[in-house]
């Protein structure tokens, strides 16, 4: 054979092979560690509830859907749909525990998404952010995130014609026939399609028709109130409302920042039973006749309530918003809308609640109907002012983002 008639050809061959070969894995096996180290992921929790009606779940790899009506765990590539009375909750959490909430999504009715990807680096040392990645089918979701102190987040939502990417914000996604409509309410969003991607800030809308590039982004609509996003000094435009029996202590009324989110705290903790009220006014004083559409949105995270349900008569929740208005026949009325967690026990001779049953300790994203058409009867001509506040007797709940929208 050749190598015995050159063994020291075949010597050198060998030793240069093997050389390489310790050279690359000197190098490869320490990138190779150091990528998995920085770049691996794991699954994060996640749960779906039933906000009303029932929600079906279909497991990755399932043919049949699940009826959920109470919380449950939900895989990564599960799809959620909701019929045309139901509306769900997607909660994505940041730690196993399942107690700090990374991201929302609230499924509308008629709706279908499917929960693509959601990870989060393995190691602490990582510096990636979380990355959440849902798929949009049909419908309308709020998908709204958070920040964590340790990393912060890259979601994802596809749509049959586009694709949006956000850090922390919250955006409003509609799919309607061939078109898909993005709301950035906290924002910026970037958003993608055939090739061309542009970005909308808070405040602004976005429209994507199949096979077209996306429009440029445009005023969402006008806000009615001043300072929703609660930024620096809250008075004016805000003036502070303390309702309480003399001698007693108030509530108190608190600004704060909750992840990169500015909020409002509306807190009470004195175990006396003694109703009370505290919260903030804006004067809006503003004609709204020329307008089709009347709607009212908050974000709100309820911690607490010591008064179940709405209280004795479904007046008392530890969010309660009024908007006081006159109607075209000149008479000043008011339109309420109250949040609570907590039911009223089997038995309670209370009033049943009236308001909007929220999940405990989770940011829940509020949108009215249009009140133009709940007020048909009584239809708003001027808007007068808006008041949010909390009342019962011992409360915590927060408030973020409020807007009263004209378009």
């Known amino acids: 054979m050749r190598w015995r008639q050159n063994p020291q050809a075949v010597a050198w061959t060998v030793l240069i092979v093997s050389f ?13 560690l150091r990528s998995y180290l920085l770049h691996s992921t794991r699954n994060r929790p996640v749960y779906v509830a039933a906000l009303s009606g029932t929600v079906q779940v279909q497991p990755p790899g399932a043919s049949d859907p699940v009826a959920v009506t109470e919380r449950r765990a939900v895989e990564e590539g599960s799809r959620v749909v909701t019929d045309g009375v139901s509306r769900g909750l997607l909660t994505i959490y940041a730690d196993e525990p399942g107690v700090q909430a990374l991201a929302t999504l609230q499924l509308s009715q008629d709706t279908a998404l499917v929960t693509e990807r959601v990870r989060s680096p393995r190691f602490s040392w990582s510096r990636d952010p979380h990355q959440l990645v849902a ?42 026939g061939n078109e898909t409509q993005v709301r950035v309410r906290a ?21 994507v028709t199949a096979g077209r590039p996306p429009d440029l982004p445009v005023p969402a609509a006008l806000n009615l ?34 992840g990169q989110r500015r909020v409002v705290r509306f807190s009470r903790r004195a175990e006396d039973g003694a109703p009370n009220r505290v919260g903030l006014q804006q004067t809006i004083n503003r004609d709204v ?4 559409v009347l709607q009212f949105r908050l974000d709100l995270q309820v911690l607490y309530q010591s008064v179940p349900g709405g ?63 709940v007020l048909r009867d009584t239809r708003p001509a001027r808007i007068n002012s808006i008041t949010i506040y909390a009342s019962g007797h011992d409360y915590e709940s927060l408030i973020s983002d409020a807007a009263l929208i004209v378009r």
């Open 225 to 258: 109130v001043l300072n929703g996003a609660f930024e620096g000094r809250l008075t004016p435009p805000w003036n502070e409302i303390v309702e309480v029996a003399q001698g007693l202590p108030p509530g108190t009324i608190a600004v704060d920042t909750v």
């Open 20 to 32: 390489c070969a310790c050279c690359a894995l000197a190098v490869l096996v320490p990138l190779g």
């Open 187 to 207: 924002g910026p969003a970037a958003v993608m399609a055939e090739g061309r991607e542009v970005t909308a800030n808070s405040g602004e809308r976005v429209s």
């Open 311 to 373: 209280g004795y008569l479904a007046t008392e929740y530890p969010v309660m918003v009024d908007i006081a208005y006159t109607d075209i026949y000149g008479k000043d009325l008011h339109w309420y809308q109250g949040f609570y967690y907590q039911d009223l026990p089997p038995g309670s001779t209370y009033v049943p609640p009236s308001g909007e049953k929220v999940p405990l300790g989770i940011w829940y994203s509020y949108e009215s109907p249009n009140l133009f058409e």
């Open 135 to 176: 798929r949009l089918e049909r419908g309308r979701v709020f998908f709204a995130t958070q920040s964590t102190a340790e990393r912060g987040v890259l979601a994802r939502l596809t749509t049959p014609q586009a694709e949006i990417r956000f850090g922390i914000g919250t955006v409003d996604t509609i799919v309607e």
């Open 289 to 292: 006749q020329g307008y089709d």
